[in-house]
T-cell receptor, first 109, second 113 residues
Framework: SQQGEEDPQALSIQEGENATMNCSYKTSINNLQWYRQNSGRGLVHLILIRSNEREKHSGRLRVTLDTSKKSSSLLITASRAADTASYFCATDAGNMLTFGGGTRLMVKP | DTGVSQDPRHKITKRGQNVTFRCDPISEHNRLYWYRQTLGQGPEFLTYFQNEAQLEKSRLLSDRFSAERPKGSFSTLEIQRTEQGDSAMYLC???????????FGQGTRLTVV
């Protein structure tokens, strides 16, 4: 079963625009992680936010976590064509990372 | 390259054959995870090790799947009597400890014909 569910499933934007992806989950977590995956490749770790944190930044990435709503968002600012990929949230409840189905982002040049 | 390494990158096998995949984690990482990913889906957890101990294996898809990490370093995932439904990307990840970032390898893409 999938713990995290991303929304939207697909997103198409123009280069320079911001992209926001949302993730909802069901049970208590220790942390939530965001990953990126280019087609047919492995997953690249982007950012980890712990359950006692509310917001975290890394370069053009901004992640928020609302444990009361069991949700997180990933914001990519000033998107580039190279940001085109699938983005997954993964929740860590202690023993394993449980992934959602991902958001497929397309950034048009 | 000090990242997670998986071998082979691609495997084509005939239905009914056994296959084995290898994962070399980042050297100081204690935890090692195996995931399966089918097209258009997120990775699905299979099993994980803390050093050489396999602490969770109830999510292995059937008794045809088994994994080992004999010396707490590299790990192997074996699928016996492969079926066409086993065709997928098999991903390995490692982390230093509980609640840390997990780093993934490039995966082994299995095609069962």
């Amino acid at each position: 079963s999938q713990q995290g569910e991303e929304d939207p499933q697909a997103l198409s934007i123009q280069e320079g625009e911001n992209a926001t992806m949302n993730c909802s989950y069901k049970t208590s977590i220790n942390n939530l992680q965001w990953y990126r995956q280019n087609s047919g490749r492995g997953l690249v770790h982007l950012i980890l936010i712990r359950s006692n944190e509310r917001e975290k930044h890394s370069g053009r990435l901004r992640v928020t976590l609302d444990t009361s709503k069991k949700s997180s968002s990933l914001l990519i600012t000033a998107s580039r064509a190279a940001d085109t990929a699938s983005y997954f949230c993964a929740t860590d409840a202690g023993n394993m990372l449980t992934f959602g189905g991902g958001t497929r982002l397309m950034v048009k040049p | 390259d000090t990242g997670v390494s998986q071998d082979p990158r691609h495997k084509i096998t005939k239905r009914g054959q056994n296959v084995t995949f290898r994962c070399d984690p980042i050297s100081e990482h204690n935890r090692l995870y195996w995931y399966r990913q089918t097209l258009g889906q997120g990775p699905e957890f299979l099993t994980y090790f803390q050093n050489e101990a396999q602490l969770e294996k109830s999510r292995l898809l059937s008794d045809r799947f088994s994994a080992e990490r004999p010396k707490g370093s590299f790990s192997t995932l074996e699928i016996q009597r492969t079926e066409q439904g086993d065709s997928a990307m098999y991903l390995c990840a490692s982390s230093l400890a509980n609640q840390d970032e997990a780093f993934f390898g490039q995966g082994t893409r299995l095609t069962v014909v």
